[in-house]
């Protein structure tokens, strides 16, 4: 069982990324993604979440507008597709399951309780 996050990299402000988080022993038709981000020294922050069937999400204030997660069960992975990238988006970039999270409460923001995690993957904003 495990979680895969991938496609990080180091981009100009203003760019571009697509990251993807690959499930590999297990499906994620059943489970809310949440993708977080954490600088050294600072709390983790919640960027945004996706729930397991009716397609709901959440995104930060900081993210709004500029990211958009999805998914294709299919391929049991999920997508975080971060445009007009800004210096201050500069984190390592976590994904992360929470099991029967049918639907994004709105004022839960990504507040479930996740069970596996992956790896993370570095996203550099710098010019």
């Known amino acids: 069982v495990q979680l895969q996050a991938s496609g990080g990299g180091l981009v100009q402000p203003g760019g571009s990324l697509r990251l993807s988080c690959a499930a590999s022993?297990?499906?994620?038709?059943?489970?809310?993604i949440g993708w977080f981000r954490q600088v050294p020294g600072k709390e983790r922050e919640g960027v945004t979440c996706i729930s397991s069937s009716d397609g709901s999400t959440y995104y930060a204030d900081s993210v709004k507008g500029r990211f958009t997660i999805s998914r294709d069960n299919a391929k049991s992975t999920v997508y975080l597709q971060m445009n007009s990238l800004k210096p201050e988006d500069t984190a390592v970039y976590y994904c992360a399951t929470a099991p029967s999270v049918s639907t994004i409460v709105p004022g839960a923001a990504c507040s479930y309780e996740y069970d596996y995690w992956g790896q993370g993957t570095q996203v550099t904003v710098s010019s």
């Open positions: 022993g297990f499906t994620l038709d059943y489970y809310a």
